[in-house]
């Protein structure tokens, strides 16, 4: 399964916090957002294709990104992590 992948990866952003049944959660201490999340999710009926998720106090409900290419498993998280720059203010 492409989550199983994906939480072998690493960043030093963000940490892996949860592990549910579709989706892994990654928080960090990094935002001035305590609510602050990525989240990778399974899309629906294909457990070899997933999402990117963001979460913050402003935005519950969460901001969807779909990569419009297939993209390399070990990216996954990496482009998450980039593209978390235009979402949250980081603190560092």
Known sequence: MILDQI???????WYLDE?????????????SDPFAAIEI???????NKAY?????EDNKAGMELFFQ????????????DGMSDMMFD???
Do not use: H, M, W
């Open 69 to 80: 290419k297939e993209i390399s498993i070990d990216s996954y998280l990496s482009l998450a």
């Open 41 to 47: 999710v399974l899309k629906k009926g294909d457990p």
């Open 52 to 56: 990117v998720l963001y979460k913050g």
């Open 7 to 13: 939480k072998q990866q690493q960043c030093d952003r």
């Open 90 to 92: 980081f603190i560092i």
């Open 19 to 31: 592990i549910l049944y579709d989706r892994l959660v990654y928080r960090t201490n990094l935002v």
